[in-house]
């Protein structure tokens, strides 16, 4: 018994949650054929409901493993490609024990040594290389406000205000969670008090 327990380890779990702002699904070919800035506001069916339900179930996820005080650090696909160090010093500090000190934004992976044909790997180059290809603008995206510019023409009034609202708390997933905790304290308060209450989501 004392030689399993000097060779256990404690584990720490924790998470890494990455989102991606709706406008960047024109970088993936499966969703839109062209890159073209000036096809930002076509219409593109089920996206709204689609980007709606992914953001819902990110922001839900985060909430309920920060509620547990699990520790989790949510990234944006968007920073990750267009403010790459400042991304990369949070995963850095997030990480324990001085892991990933080694990340590079200009890493292109091998094939047969850190990549192998049944990964079907599409990307070619860097993460730098691909973002300098791929400037903000061609996907209507604001670094400055972080945040998409516009909306397709076929989205709602109300759907564009909720996936702004998740925009936001996605990119403050602290304050999103606090606000949760909250909302299931007072609502815990309420049914110890016998007192009638329903939840409802804007969603």
Not at 56 to 65: G, I, T, Y
Request: glycine share 4%.
């Amino acid at each position: 018994m004392a030689e399993s327990q000097a060779l256990a380890t404690p584990h720490r779990i924790s998470q890494v949650q990455m989102w991606r702002p709706w406008c960047l699904a024109r970088l993936s070919n499966r969703r839109v054929p062209s890159l073209n800035a000036s096809t930002r506001m076509e219409p593109w069916p089920g996206l709204a409901t689609e980007t709606s339900q992914e953001l819902e179930s990110m922001a839900a996820r985060n909430a309920a493993l920060r509620a547990a005080r699990l520790p989790v650090i949510m990234l944006s696909y968007a920073e990750l490609l267009w403010w790459p160090q400042r991304t990369l010093a949070r995963l850095q500090d997030f990480m324990p024990c001085g892991h990933l000190l080694d990340l590079s934004t200009h890493f292109v992976p091998v094939m047969n040594v850190d990549i192998f044909k049944g990964n079907h790997w599409k990307v070619q180059g860097s993460l730098d290389s691909f973002a300098k290809s791929h400037p903000p603008g061609s996907c209507g995206y604001a670094n400055a406000s972080r945040s998409c510019i516009g909306a397709p023409v076929d989205f709602s009034p109300s759907e564009r205000q909720r996936i702004m609202e998740l925009n936001r708390l996605l990119t403050h997933p602290t304050e999103t969670s606090q606000q949760l905790e909250s909302m299931a304290a007072r609502n815990a308060a309420l049914r110890a008090a016998r007192l009638p209450v329903i939840m409802l989501s804007c969603a």
